[in-house]
């Protein structure tokens, strides 16, 4: 099977030639009629029909009409840099006959479209080469054998429009086909048959594989250009319909595909055979090479390699260097190799990929001297001899007794702004204390261990102590650290919950508190933001009660619009300096705009490919020549599933040890989990993570030499802070932003420029919330009794009406907590989306009993359910028993390639209306409402879903529904504008979702909020407007007939706050679900 190594260099050359440079030529062949049926079954069992193509003679066609069919290749080298819209090459076709071994090929060819075709009407049934082999025999006829050559040569023709190598029979296991239909079409079933251990790798009789631990490797073949679409008929017109989304169970396991369709697809994939057949030729013809021997020679790259069998290497493998390189090469010379592989079809955009040169430090001086210890223990640890000048500056203003904010890049050294003020203090009074805000543990715990380091060098300051302050620390240490701790490493969350409605104990901390440091400000934005600058100024508030007004305040942030003044607005302080000239060294930078390829290179209509697996073949590509990556997901679970697709790539490499060096870190694994991992990272044991948004922020993970986006991320401002988390050590590093299909990420693809000139968004909070601000004003008064004169500097002059209707008035005239908040009222007030409510997900293989994570209840029914597929640092776990009462779920490891989606709907219903505003100056125009919000939500059933997005079945669940209450906003269509959409025959729902969305996506653009803070109602159009609006695509004659849905409401865009209130967080459908961290 394996034949001779061809000769590389001329083999890639013609390669490159046909793939990358335009050719325009079409084949001329045209497709000739098949006697048989394409869903007749018995196209499959070759002793019921002997096609009329037996006999059919074979000549050389004629042109079809290309008009309509652009070839988008890849430029050469030489021609990158030219415009795309470069006119078209004259159509060629190869001169004299068709040589009998191309016709043969394209026979070949339409035997596997026509019978692959008909297969994938049957999804219970996988498309090995075994199972297909004798209905395409049975097409070619004149007892014609298939050889697993002839399928290579055809993939020499098309590369990328098949795919044709081995794969884990137990991963090809779906469900169940019936066992006569099996019999009827001679068809193999998905399974997971077990094989006897300890066998050495051989071959079956039907080119299948046995690995020496028993592992079954079948040989499947697929085509990746297109994919039949499920033709749903109304149930009384029985006209073609768009599928709901609550579609029976039966219908979906039952898809019914017309004829119409896969002959379309057929005739599609033959005419693109033929056009890359006469490219072949005429390249052939051009380079005066006998095109049979190239065929030949190319043939043997694309046989399929049995897991470790050590026959022909892929040439995509070829080029990675063997072992990963300890000193890796320049990322320059690393991009210029990438663009030099197979699977590269100008992936990167034009005018997409940026370079920005290294800069030069530049140092300040300080205006004081500091101690020899401080000396010593900054060379000590962090080698520092000279402090970087917007270091110094601020360091400056702090001694002076001013605010600062720092808003400079990641990774310029921006903590030790906040470490020399807080041990030059402790030097010069031992009783100083200092208090560290972050909004993560992970973080405080890292500037913990920066600040420990450091003491350990200073002979005065070595026992200090300081420690981490939070929902982990133990109770029985809490006192302890209260009263003899120097410096605390704590959250907002303890600081509002913990220690200021404590204050009588924390008294003494309070008194001697010089620094207050709030890392990563850029955190505190919207809902969030607003319940933390009132938390600020609580703190501020008992500071001066107990004597203590010169308290100063440190902040740092990623490069915002606004930073000055969105300090004050947090603190409530005006005297601020601004420090935004960054002094520190940087590497020379290259950042790439990837955008994820047609399936079909040469088609632009075929759809991009999947982001995923072109993220992953990158991800590793640059693993393997030595370069430390993190790639960022927007989502959970994008992260699991990416983590799963990095292995595989690994694994089809043969370079499976690899994988091991690859961690997923996102949020749901457990702290220890979280730890383990950033130390492995940071000591340079691992050479990849896939992350979510919550390595944002400025956790030490040690050198990292690239960053790739998987999707455009929530806004320009996330990008660019994932961007930077790449060369943290002064070396060339690359971030690559990979464009997905959507909108969003196509427009950033043909406007990169827009990438590096946006402005960032402005970060803002809402002090004027009088939900927001009662809470917090119930907490101040159980801290200590209001005066509402004196306390409106805190809280505004809102305070004096509020302190009246809202709080109780004592003898004195102060105002008290209410008794409806008592006794814990910041235990009312929640700051953000925390939940105290888990569920434990346990895995119970081979009796483990090992608790793999914790998910929140909110989550827990749209990600665990009985028969789910649950992802954990990308290895798949089958859900066994979920009991909500006890909450938990049993999960065991399982080796599967499809995956599982939640079937749910949602229903979002305005209950209360508190507030209204017109919208516009005119009378009659919309007017938009603010108030109460219901959610309903009910997870009914789940999708498998195979890798390549296809519903393979549809199973039931039995789980309660969800019911919360939130705050949100909404707006009637006017009637002028429904009318419009109805005289244009618009499906009215349809737009109004559409328009829902699209104020969505563009609420980043003005306001920095978290992902998910705002949501949107994602319903099918039908269920909502029902007969009162007509819907579009309906004969008249049916119009009446339709039954009206049994919700019905007005025609309005609705939005409501997901975070706030009392609701808690609920991950929505994929379809219209905001992202996770």
Same mark, same amino acid.
């Given at each position: ?132 082999? !004798? ?30 190598? /081995? ?102 994939? +033959? ?6 057949? +006469? ?11 006998? @095109? ?32 990963? @390189? ?103 009074? @031992? ?23 450091? &003491? ?39 600081? $509002? ?14 008194? +001697?508190? !010089? ?23 609580? &703190? ?9 007004? $010169? ?25 601020? !300096? ?90 749901? /694994? ?43 991320? /929530? ?228 999708? !498998? ?13 039995? +789980? ?23 005289? $244009? ?64 409401? @007005? ?27």
């Amino acid at each position: 099977m394996a034949g001779s190594t061809p000769n590389q260099s001329s083999v890639s050359t013609l390669k490159r030639k046909r793939n990358h440079e335009p050719s325009g030529q079409t084949e001329s062949a045209e497709s000739p009629p098949y006697d048989a049926s394409p869903l007749d079954p018995a196209l499959l069992d070759p002793a019921l029909r002997t096609p009329a193509s037996t006999n059919r003679p074979e000549t050389n066609t004629e042109e079809p009409d290309t008009a309509k069919q652009p070839a988008i290749k890849k430029l050469t080298k030489k021609k990158k840099a030219t415009s795309n819209a470069a006119s078209k090459a004259p159509q060629r076709t190869p001169s004299g006959p068709l040589p009998d071994a191309f016709k043969r090929i394209s026979h070949i060819h339409r035997a596997l479209n026509l019978v692959y075709t008909f297969c994938c009407t049957r999804k219970h049934f996988a498309t090995t080469f075994d199972n297909i082999k !004798k209905a395409v025999q049975s097409q070619l006829g004149q007892e014609r054998e298939l050889t697993i050559e002839d399928v290579a040569r055809v993939k020499v023709l098309v590369p990328q429009a098949v795919r044709f190598e /081995y794969v884990d029979e137990a991963k090809l296991e779906v469900m169940t086909a019936g066992d006569q239909e099996i019999a009827q079409y001679g068809l193999h079933k998905r399974s997971t048959l077990a094989t006897s251990a300890d066998m050495a790798t051989t071959e079956d009789n039907d080119g299948d594989f046995y690995g020496s631990d028993g592992t079954r490797h079948i040989l499947l073949f697929e085509f990746m250009d297109g994919d039949l679409k499920r033709e749903v008929r109304h149930p009384k017109t029985g006209e073609p319909t768009k599928p709901s989304r609550r579609m029976k169970d039966e219908d979906l396991k039952m898809p019914v595909y017309s004829q119409k369709q896969m002959l379309g697809l057929i005739e599609k994939r +033959n005419i693109k055979f033929s056009d890359a057949l +006469n490219t072949f030729l005429v390249q052939c013809q051009d380079d005066n090479t006998d @095109p049979v021997e190239s065929l030949e020679k190319e043939k043997d790259t694309f046989l399929p390699t049995p897991p470790g069998s050590g026959s022909n290497t892929p040439a995509v493998v070829a080029k990675a260097p063997a072992t990963i @390189p300890k000193e890796r090469k320049s990322i320059e010379e690393i991009i210029a190799e990438i663009r030099e592989m197979q699977w590269y079809h100008a992936q990167i955009v034009p005018e997409g990929h940026r370079v920005f040169e290294a800069q030069s430090p530049v140092f300040g001086d300080l205006t004081f001297q500091l101690s020899q210890d401080m000396v010593n223990a900054l060379y000590n640890t962090k080698g520092i001899t000279q402090l970087y000048s917007h270091q110094t500056e601020a360091i400056n203003h702090l001694y002076e007794g001013h605010n600062v904010i720092i808003s400079t890049s990641t990774s310029s050294g921006k903590s030790l702004i906040y470490q020399v003020p807080m041990l030059h203090e402790l030097e010069k009074d @031992p009783e100083s204390r200092g208090m560290y805000i972050f909004p993560t543990k992970a973080l405080a715990q890292d500037q913990r261990r920066s600040m420990i380091d450091l &003491l350990q060098y200073m002979n005065e300051l070595q026992h200090t102590m300081v420690e981490t302050f939070d929902g982990d620390t133990p109770m029985s240490s809490r006192n302890l650290i209260r009263d003899e701790a120097r410096i605390i490493f704590t959250n907002p969350d303890m600081l $509002h919950i913990t220690i200021l409605p404590q204050e009588s104990a924390w008294r003494a901390f309070l008194k +001697n508190l !010089k620094f207050v440091v709030v890392d990563e400000l850029h955190v505190y934005n919207g809902l969030f933001g607003s319940h933390v600058a009132f938390v600020m100024r609580r &703190l501020r508030r008992i500071c001066a009660a107990v004597g203590n007004r $010169h308290v100063k305040f440190i902040s740092c942030s990623a490069t915002v619009a606004n930073p000055e003044d969105h300090m004050k607005s947090i603190f409530g302080v005006q005297d601020v !300096k601004l420090i935004d000239f960054d002094g520190s060294p940087s590497g020379r930078k290259e950042f790439v705009c990837w955008n994820t390829p047609f399936k079909d290179p040469t088609d632009p209509t075929s759809g991009r490919g999947d982001t995923v697996s072109e993220t992953a073949r990158l991800f590793c590509q640059l693993i393997l020549r030595g370069v430390r990556v993190i790639a960022f997901c927007r989502i959970r679970q994008l992260c699991e599933v990416l983590l799963k697709a990095v292995r595989a790539e690994f694994d089809s490499l043969e370079r499976t040890e690899v994988g091991k060096l690859v961690m997923g870190y996102r949020g749901g /694994y457990s702290p220890q989990d979280r730890r383990q991992i950033e130390k492995e990272m940071f000591e340079g044991r691992l050479m990849g993570i896939v992350a979510t948004s919550a390595l944002e922020l400025g956790v030490d993970i040690g050198s990292l030499d690239a960053v790739i986006t998987m999707g455009f991320p /929530y806004s320009i401002s996330n990008l660019r802070q994932q961007s930077g988390r790449a060369g943290r050590r002064n070396k060339d590093s690359l971030s690559v932003l990979i464009g997905d299909r959507y909108p969003t990420d196509q427009h950033y693809m043909q406007n990169p420029d827009e990438i590096f000139t946006k402005p960032n968004c402005e970060l803002q909070i809402d002090l004027a919330n009088e939900l927001i601000l009662e809470g917090h004003v119930q907490c101040a008064a159980f801290e200590m009794p209001i005066c509402p004169e004196e306390d409106s500097i805190y809280f505004g002059d809102q305070l004096l009406a509020l302190a009246p209707t809202r709080l109780i008035k004592d003898s004195m005239g102060f105002f008290h907590c209410n008794e409806r908040f008592r006794p814990q009222p910041s235990r009312c007030v929640s700051i953000r989306d925390t939940e105290d409510q888990h569920f434990a997900v346990i895995d119970t293989t081979n009796n483990r009993n090992i608790v793999l994570e914790e998910v929140e209840a909110s989550r827990a029914f749209f990600t665990i359910y009985e028969g789910g597929i649950f992802l954990h640092q990308g290895q798949t776990y089958l859900v066994k028993e979920l009991n909500p009462d006890s909450r938990f779920a049993r999960v065991v490891r399982v080796h599967v390639d499809w995956s599982t989606m939640q079937r749910d709907y949602t229903d979002i219903d305005p209950i209360e209306t508190e507030a209204m505003r017109a919208v516009g100056t005119d009378p009659s125009s919309s007017r938009a409402f603010f108030g109460a919000i219901q959610i309903h939500a009910v997870v009914y059933g789940f999708f !498998k879903i195979d890798k390549r997005g296809r519903v393979l079945d549809a199973v039931a669940v039995d +789980n309660p529904p969800i019911d919360l209450l939130t705050k949100g906003m909404w707006l009637d269509v006017p009637t002028r504008a429904i009318d419009i959409l109805q005289s $244009h025959r618009l499906n009215v729902a349809a737009a109004i979702h559409a328009a829902e969305h699209a104020v969505l996506s563009l609420l980043p653009s003005f306001v920095v909020s978290s992902p998910g803070d705002v949501r949107t109602e994602c319903k099918i159009a039908k269920k909502e407007l029902g007969k009162p609006l007509r819907r579009a695509n309906v004969p008249d004659e049916y119009e009446q007939k339709l039954q009206p849905p049994s919700r019905q409401r @007005p025609a309005r865009l609705t939005f409501y706050d997901a975070k706030g209130g009392s609701a808690e967080e609920v991950p929505w459908k994929a379809g219209c679900r905001a992202d996770e961290k």
